[in-house]
């Protein structure tokens, strides 16, 4: 009886796995039952046949329900028509950044080509210097004394061109400025602008050329210009440069009046000079106090009866020259002039 129920309750070999196989030997070999129903493996051997069946059911039944919907056809449809529509769209993007990118590439190139064309080529060497604005100085020799090189590298010169133009400056005292530009694609211009002749120094007969800036040049000149005060015993040099800072400064009147300046000084005082005026009467006036004294010439010459001396060294007074220094004063300013 016992043995019967064994064997009924022992599950078909049938209908079992390999692993269920394995397990009920184990269990007879240890004299025990299974845990497990037959029925319960079953079901759960049929649940887990074979999912990729049960998913390919599944998609398939989708697909079903999908094709089956006329919205989601609709919209299956519309998806597709909206990206055949893009991809034209979206191929003449791709091509316009591509085509931007390789002539962005072409640019640089091309570029880069004719930067070394152009530095290996002549139109980067200097060939011609050109002057303007000179009228006593030579326009040889300013291009001389620049010592700009035709032939060499332009740029390299124009990057020092103040260099250049110091040299101009240094070698020619006439130069006030000059300046170096660009005047077309391998030339320089060079801008002068020159000081003024305002004076001449007479030495033993001569006359050399005095600058407004003071400057005495070695140039000499037989006979004196017309209308340009000659400057006698000046032997100092800085002299002659304090005397021009004041004289500039002169109303364009008096210097027009003034026919030579002689440097006469006492020993008292060194900044003594003697204007001689073109309409006969003689100044005495220091250096220093040339521009403030000299704005009352005019109205003393005019009450003089006659040419004579105005001496302005100490206070203004003047006297005819015929009666000597110690006449008694025509006019006589107490007051200091401003």
Same mark, same amino acid.
């Given at each position: 009886?016992?043995?019967?129920?064994?064997?009924?309750?022992?599950?078909?070999?049938?209908?079992?796995?390999?692993?269920?196989?394995?397990?009920?030997?184990?269990?007879?070999?240890?004299?025990?039952?299974?845990?497990?129903?037959?029925?319960?493996?079953?079901?759960?051997?049929?649940?887990?046949?074979?999912?990729?069946?049960?998913?390919?059911?599944?998609?398939?039944?989708?697909?079903?329900?999908?094709?089956?919907?006329?919205?989601?056809? @609709?919209?299956? &449809? %519309?998806?597709? !028509?909206? $990206?055949? =529509? *893009?991809?034209?769209?979206?191929? +003449?993007?791709?091509?316009?950044?591509?085509?931007?990118?390789?002539?962005?590439?072409?640019?640089?190139?091309?570029?880069?080509?004719?930067?070394?064309?152009?530095?290996?080529?002549?139109?980067?060497?200097?060939?011609?210097?050109?002057?303007?604005?000179?009228?006593?100085?030579?326009?040889?020799?300013?291009?001389?004394?620049?010592?700009? @090189?035709?032939? &060499? %590298?332009?740029? !390299?010169? $124009?990057? =020092? *061109?103040?260099?250049?133009?110091? +040299?101009?400056?240094?070698?020619?005292?006439?130069?006030?400025?000059?300046?170096?530009?660009?005047?077309?694609?391998?030339?320089?211009?060079?801008?002068?602008?020159?000081?003024?002749?305002?004076?001449?120094?007479?030495?033993?007969?001569?006359?050399?050329?005095?600058?407004?800036?003071?400057?005495?040049?070695?140039?000499?000149?037989?006979?004196?210009?017309?209308?340009?005060?000659?400057?006698?015993?000046?032997?100092?040099?800085?002299?002659?440069?304090?005397?021009?800072?004041?004289?500039?400064?002169?109303?364009?009147?008096?210097?027009?009046?003034?026919?030579?300046?002689?440097?006469?000084?006492?020993?008292?005082?060194?900044?003594?000079?003697?204007?001689?005026?073109?309409?006969?009467?003689?100044?005495?006036?220091?250096?220093?106090?040339?521009?403030?004294?000299?704005?009352?010439?005019?109205?003393?010459?005019?009450?003089?009866?006659?040419?004579?001396?105005?001496?302005?060294?100490?206070?203004?007074?003047?006297?005819?020259?015929?009666?000597?220094?110690?006449?008694?004063?025509?006019?006589?300013?107490?007051?200091?002039?401003?």
């Amino acid at each position: 009886m016992e043995k019967s129920i064994n064997s009924n309750e022992q599950p078909e070999e049938q209908s079992l796995t390999p692993w269920q196989k394995e397990n009920l030997e184990y269990l007879k070999t240890q004299g025990d039952q299974p845990a497990w129903s037959p029925s319960v493996v079953d079901g759960e051997k049929e649940e887990q046949e074979d999912p990729e069946v049960e998913e390919r059911t599944t998609e398939s039944e989708d697909q079903e329900i999908t094709t089956d919907n006329p919205e989601d056809q @609709e919209k299956l &449809k %519309s998806t597709y !028509e909206s $990206f055949a =529509d *893009r991809l034209p769209k979206i191929k +003449k993007v791709r091509n316009k950044r591509l085509y931007r990118r390789l002539t962005l590439i072409v640019s640089v190139f091309l570029i880069a080509i004719i930067i070394v064309l152009y530095f290996v080529s002549p139109l980067s060497k200097l060939g011609k210097v050109t002057v303007t604005g000179n009228n006593s100085v030579d326009s040889q020799k300013i291009i001389t004394q620049s010592k700009l @090189e035709s032939g &060499k %590298s332009l740029w !390299e010169q $124009f990057g =020092d *061109r103040k260099i250049y133009e110091q +040299k101009i400056k240094r070698q020619l005292p006439r130069v006030k400025k000059a300046s170096i530009a660009l005047s077309g694609i391998n030339s320089f211009n060079i801008k002068i602008d020159e000081y003024k002749v305002v004076a001449l120094e007479s030495v033993s007969g001569v006359y050399h050329p005095i600058l407004e800036n003071g400057k005495v040049l070695p140039e000499e000149m037989a006979a004196p210009e017309s209308g340009m005060p000659v400057f006698q015993n000046f032997q100092d040099q800085s002299t002659i440069q304090n005397l021009m800072n004041s004289y500039k400064k002169l109303p364009e009147n008096l210097k027009q009046n003034i026919s030579e300046i002689r440097y006469a000084p006492s020993n008292s005082n060194k900044e003594l000079i003697n204007l001689h005026m073109k309409d006969t009467n003689i100044v005495i006036v220091n250096i220093s106090q040339l521009v403030e004294k000299m704005a009352y010439y005019e109205r003393i010459a005019g009450q003089l009866d006659k040419p004579g001396t105005i001496d302005m060294e100490v206070g203004i007074f003047s006297y005819p020259f015929d009666n000597g220094a110690t006449e008694e004063s025509v006019e006589e300013s107490s007051q200091p002039v401003e």
